[in-house]
C-alpha cells in the first residue's frame, strides 16, 4: 500500500497494521467503538468527528482544547496538528449532537 499507514507497536517490539486503533486508558471501548463505525472510505472530518466522538466517550475528564491534541497524516499535506479553533469547533459540534438526542 501506498501513502500513511498506521502501525502500533507493542514493548516486546511487535507491531501490527491498523485502520483504526485506540492505545492507553479505555482503549478497551475506544477500539470496540472504532471497528463499529470506522469506514475506510469516511472523509478525514468524518474521521475526526469519529475519533473525537470515540475520545470523548471513553475520557473520564471533558475533552476540550486543553487536553486533546489531533493531528492528521496525509499524502498532500503531510503531518499536521490541528489548530485548536478546528478542534474546538469539533467538540462544540459533538457537545451540541449529544445534547439533541
Do not use: C, H
Amino acid at each position: 500500500a501506498n501513502g500513511p499507514q498506521l502501525y502500533n507497536t507493542d514493548p516486546t517490539g511487535s507491531f501490527s497494521k491498523w485502520d483504526a486503533r485506540a492505545i492507553g486508558s479505555g482503549s478497551e471501548g475506544a477500539s470496540n467503538a472504532l471497528q463499529e463505525e470506522y469506514n475506510a472510505n469516511m472523509s478525514l472530518d468524518e474521521g475526526l468527528n469519529l475519533a473525537l466522538k470515540v475520545l470523548k466517550q471513553v475520557m473520564e475528564e471533558k475533552v476540550d482544547d486543553s487536553n486533546v491534541e489531533v493531528a492528521t497524516v496525509t499524502p498532500v499535506d503531510g503531518y499536521q496538528l490541528l489548530p485548536k479553533s478546528r478542534l474546538q469547533q469539533i467538540i462544540n459540534t459533538l457537545n451540541v449532537a449529544s445534547t439533541t438526542i
